[in-house]
């Protein structure tokens, strides 16, 4: 008879405060015993048997039983051995125990294996435990679904573990998550100091209840979880109270209590998460714990123990020094105690126990077949020569078991959310799956729609329209938020930069997101665009009336005084600057870009160059009425004349060039305003635009600085004052143009410039021309010749 020998099940004939939640293992183990010895199939002509031995926490004793497999049954003489019916083939083992490897026997663990340095230890070591790296990762990637990037962790405080955490969960750090506390635990025994585990506890409390972090990972061995209770419990003894948290525990953690701790609160747990081994239904489990009694499985040694445990009742012949005054009869159900004192559903503990017994008994039975198959001398086969891959089996219900070449089983993580209930129970919910298999690109999923999603962060998140800034002497996840600046936009939170709006948009009031701007321009039916275009037409009218009242009188002498060519050409260039004012409004096109500045320069060159024809008219005929006279010669229609061409012909070369280099384009204004996109006219090359506007400049300061020297001559009718006067006015205008118009933007800018011509075009008309007209019209006296030789004396 094959035996094995199973360790650690925390469960003791000598010590009756027993773990009743444990005692599960045991079962699984029993039934699982019990299949495989009745499937005709599985191990034919072998009996499988077990010895339990209990390790109290302890590793110590662990140690010692492993010794006792160096000795002869009920003779401990370590290394002599001499009973082979009680050889054991496997151990199956919760806590991997290093002696083991002297006496090369296989240890499967049903729970997970520390870190371990030695190769050799680990050849004999196989875990019905998945890998443990999957298991963080499945951690992290919780940490990072509920954005949990400030979080505490507690655990063990043994050496191996120890080292495991400190090279794991910096990689945590890498991926934004940050620690407000790593503290250890002490590790729970039956022989543990109360009082001495009382005030480390406390401290540990302390700490845990000031943290921020609502967020705690708890990393540990399957007794962890009476240390936790005793941890969330003991603030309330000085009259503090509990600790809230959310809870994550790994896999080696599940539910266990001592006996004290039954009466205690269980929502301390509800709402919890924890990785669990991935559990498929057992058959037949079920009703094999209903049908338990003591007394129809009286070969239990264990099972009157944890009945009188589990129901708070004592057998008659118990020896106990208990004076309960409940007797148990032994026929008491199992369904009716709470989930916190055991529970009918297998665990993940004890679903892996129930694999670990199939995977020794399928390891055995593929060397009963390689022995008869090639009838080796004896029929003796090794077990420690199996490989790890060669142990692939399938259950019962046929699901496929398989450890891979690293002794680790090949399966994945359940993700559980806790829930618990009045009556002390509590259930298991399956909430998501850690398996890089089933989901190779995450190795995640989650269903958390039914799941708690409180915060736990060092501070608030920083909300869209912020950004962050890091605090000074605080780890990375603790952080200012700013409001982005102008301009600009976050959209997301926690966001380390806000980013610049695209040129056609623009941030809305609290800057989490960019509106389209709306496009503009200087239109007919804007206020603007319909005050002016009226403005520009009223002005043509006076001008095309005031041109009417010249050509009725050009007879007389007034009219004929100044030289009628030039009064013509002046009025006719005023009519079409009127007219030039309407090619700025309306929306752009690309005609109307190539002709409002050059129509506008070459327009305005012509009446300037006439104003100042007039002005040096006027000059020439005072000087030429002196006795010696050079300037007689130059008196007459053909200078004005080759005044106004060769401005003329000046400013159209300027606009030629400019049209031939980089003419003016319809373009959009994105940067100018902060709202709006303003459909404009591009100047093109804007040298070109000054160049045309310093020309009409030094026109313009020509012919005021000639009509100033000219306005006390002796006439009646001498234009030179009035011209001064218009002259002043223009360049008025026009020197208020140049910083008003650069420091407009989109359709004003236009407006500006639609202003200044008719503003500059207004004072040449209404200065130069309405004192005639006021003559001709209103004195017709004073139009008559006497009048304009009267001197002055």
């Known amino acids: ?186 590790q729970m025994t039956f022989f543990s100091e109360v009082e001495t585990m009382r005030d480390g506890l406390l401290e540990i409390a302390c700490l845990v209840k000031k943290s921020i972090a609502n967020v705690v990972i708890v990393h540990g061995e399957i007794q962890t979880m009476i240390t936790l209770r005793m941890l969330i419990e003991i603030p309330e003894y000085h009259e503090e109270s509990r600790i809230s948290k959310i809870w994550i525990m790994t896999a080696q953690v599940d539910f266990t209590s001592v006996p004290f701790q039954r009466s205690g609160d269980l929502r301390f747990i509800h709402g919890a998460l924890s990785i669990s081994v991935h559990t498929e239904d057992v058959s037949g489990f079920h009703d094999f714990l209903k049908n338990r009694k003591p007394n129809s499985n009286p070969q239990d040694g264990f099972l009157k123990d944890f009945w009188q445990q589990a129901f708070l009742c004592l057998f008659p012949d118990s020896s106990l020094d208990d004076h309960s005054e409940t007797i148990c009869s032994g026929e008491e159900k199992l369904e009716s105690l709470p989930g916190s004192v055991f529970e009918l559903n297998m665990t993940s503990h004890s679903y892996s126990m129930y694999n670990a017994v199939y995977a020794v008994a399928h390891a055995l039975h593929q060397m009963s077949f390689s022995v008869f ?284 060039v400019w049209l031939s280099t980089f003419p003016p384009f319809p373009d959009f204004g994105v940067i100018s305003m902060a709202e709006e996109i303003s459909l404009e006219c591009n100047e093109g090359s804007v040298s070109m635009f000054y160049c045309v506007l310093g020309f009409m400049g030094f026109l313009s300061i020509c012919s005021f600085t000639s009509a100033f020297f000219a306005r006390k001559l002796p006439d009646s009718f001498n234009e030179a004052k009035f011209i001064t006067i218009s002259m002043l006015v223009f360049c008025s205008v026009w020197i208020s143009f140049v910083p008003a118009y650069l420091s407009s933007k989109g359709k004003h800018m236009v407006a500006v410039e639609i202003f200044s011509i008719l503003a500059s075009s207004a004072g040449l008309l209404g200065f130069i021309f309405f004192p005639k007209c006021y003559i001709i019209v209103m004195r017709p006296d004073m139009n008559i010749r006497k009048q304009l030789i009267k001197r002055k004396h």
Request: hydrophobic share 45%; net charge positive.
């Open 373 to 656: 198959k090639h009838r080796t001398a004896g029929g003796k086969q090794n077990l420690r020569k199996l490989q790890s891959w060669q142990v692939m089996f399938n259950l019962l219900q046929d699901t496929l078991v398989t450890l891979n070449e690293n002794g680790d089983l090949a399966t994945g993580f359940d993700i559980i959310n806790w829930v618990t209930f009045n009556n002390e129970s509590f259930l298991r919910v399956k909430v998501g799956r850690v398996d890089s298999q089933t989901f190779p690109n995450i190795g995640f999923a989650i269903h958390d729609n039914a799941i708690e999603r409180p915060f736990s962060l060092c501070n608030d998140n920083c909300r869209p329209g912020y950004s962050k800034k890091k605090k000074e002497g605080k780890p990375f996840c603790c952080f200012d938020c700013i409001p982005c600046p102008e301009g600009k936009i976050s959209n997301q939170r926690n966001v380390d930069d806000c980013f610049q709006c695209p040129e056609d948009h623009y941030p809305n009031k609290i800057r989490d997101f960019c509106i389209p701007k709306y496009i503009i321009f200087l239109g007919f039916e804007d206020p603007f665009g319909t005050g002016l275009a009226s403005s520009a037409l009223f002005l043509f009218c006076v001008t095309v009336v005031v041109l009417g009242i010249f050509l009725k009188h050009r007879d007389t002498p007034i009219v004929k005084a100044n030289n009628r060519t030039l009064t013509y050409t002046l009025l006719l260039s005023l009519l079409l600057s009127f007219l030039c004012a309407l090619l700025f409004i309306g929306k752009p096109q690309k005609m109307t870009c190539l002709l409002r500045q050059t129509a506008f320069g070459i327009i305005f060159s012509v009446a300037i160059s006439s104003v100042l024809a007039k002005t040096i008219t006027v000059i020439l005929a005072f000087q030429t009425t002196k006795p010696v006279s050079c300037l007689r010669k130059w008196l007459g229609k053909r200078t004005a004349t080759s005044i106004i061409i060769f401005c003329f012909l000046i400013q159209v070369t300027i606009c030629i």
């Open 1 to 186: 008879i094959y035996r094995l020998i199973f360790l650690h099940i925390y469960l003791s004939r000598e010590i009756v405060q027993v773990i009743t939640q444990n005692y599960q293992h045991l079962l699984a183990l029993i039934f699982a015993v019990k299949e495989i010895n009745a499937n005709p199939l599985l191990l034919p002509n072998i009996t499988l048997g077990f010895y339990i031995s209990n390790s109290n926490f302890l590793a110590k004793w662990t140690f010692l039983a492993s010794m006792q497999l160096l000795s002869t049954w009920d003779k401990f003489v370590p290394n002599y051995k001499c009973d082979t019916q009680n050889k054991p083939v496997a151990l199956n083992v919760l806590i991997i125990a290093s002696t083991n490897r002297i006496v090369f026997v296989l240890q499967i663990a049903y729970g997970s294996a520390p870190p371990m340095d030695d190769k050799n230890q680990a050849a004999f070591v196989h875990q019905m435990f998945p890998n443990g790296d999957h298991q963080y990762m499945g951690i992290l990637q919780l940490l990072l679904h509920f954005q949990w990037s400030w979080i505490g962790v507690l655990y063990l405080d043994d050496d191996p573990w120890k080292r495991f955490i400190h090279t794991v969960f910096p990689k945590f750090s890498q991926k934004g998550i940050c620690f407000d506390f790593m503290l250890e635990i002490t």
